[in-house]
C-alpha cells in the first residue's frame, strides 16, 4: 500500500525559512508529477508548486521567487524550500504524488496528511 509522509512544518517568523520534504513508500512502479498544496483556515485547498515527470516546475504566482520545489525520484520524495514566509503563507501543507503502483495499470493520485505551517507575523 502506498504511503506518503510530509515532515518539516512548524512556526516560523515572518521573513524566515521552512523546508517541507515528501518521501511515498510501497510497491511503487513510476512516478509522474509531484506537487505541494496548501490549505489556508477558511479557504480552499491551492496548488502551490508541482513538478512535471520532465523535471519542470511551475509555481503559484505569490509564492514565485520564494519557493523552491525539487525531487529525488529514486527516494520517492519531494522537497519544498520555502524563504521570505510570510503571514499569508500560513496553511496546512499537503504533498501529491501522482504515481503507478505496480498492483495498478494507471497513474493515480496519492497525498500525505499534511503538516502544518504557521508563520506568525
Known amino acids: 500500500q502506498v504511503q506518503l509522509v510530509e515532515s518539516g512544518g512548524g512556526l516560523v517568523q515572518a521573513g524566515g525559512s521552512l523546508s517541507l520534504s515528501c518521501t511515498a513508500s510501497?510497491?511503487?512502479?513510476?512516478?509522474?508529477?509531484m506537487g505541494w498544496y496548501r490549505q489556508a483556515p477558511g479557504k480552499q485547498r491551492e496548488l502551490v508548486a508541482r513538478?512535471?515527470?520532465?523535471?519542470?516546475?511551475n509555481y503559484e504566482d505569490s509564492v514565485k521567487g520564494r519557493f523552491t520545489i525539487s525531487r529525488d525520484i529514486a527516494k520517492k520524495a519531494v522537497y519544498l524550500q520555502m524563504n521570505s514566509l510570510e503571514s499569508e503563507d500560513t496553511g496546512v501543507y499537503y504533498c501529491?504524488?501522482?504515481?503507478?503502483?505496480?498492483?495498478?495499470?494507471?497513474?493515480?493520485?496519492?497525498w500525505g496528511k499534511g503538516t502544518l505551517v504557521t508563520v506568525s507575523s
Open positions: 513538478i512535471t515527470g520532465d523535471g519542470i516546475a
Open positions: 501529491q504524488i501522482n504515481l503507478r503502483p505496480w498492483s495498478q495499470y494507471n497513474f493515480m493520485d496519492y
Open positions: 510501497g510497491s511503487i512502479r513510476s512516478i509522474s508529477t
